[in-house]
């Protein structure tokens, strides 16, 4: 359920667009663990949802 994989997003406005929030993110913004687990995050949301979730 879509409701299921937005509660594990970050709190972050990350807009509707997750490859946007990807292609503009600038690394370096964040701790190096905090990022690589956001990243990792949205990553794994957006093939989430190009796949049907």
């Known amino acids: 359920m879509i409701s299921d994989l937005a509660q594990e997003l970050p709190d972050e406005d990350i807009g509707e667009d997750l490859?946007?929030?990807l292609d503009f993110y600038r690394r370096g913004s964040k701790p190096p663990g905090e990022e690589d687990e956001y990243l990792d995050l949205l990553e794994d949301a957006r093939d989430?949802?190009?796949g049907g979730y």
Do not use: I, K, N, Q
């Open 19 to 21: 490859d946007d929030c």
């Open 48 to 50: 989430r949802l190009e």
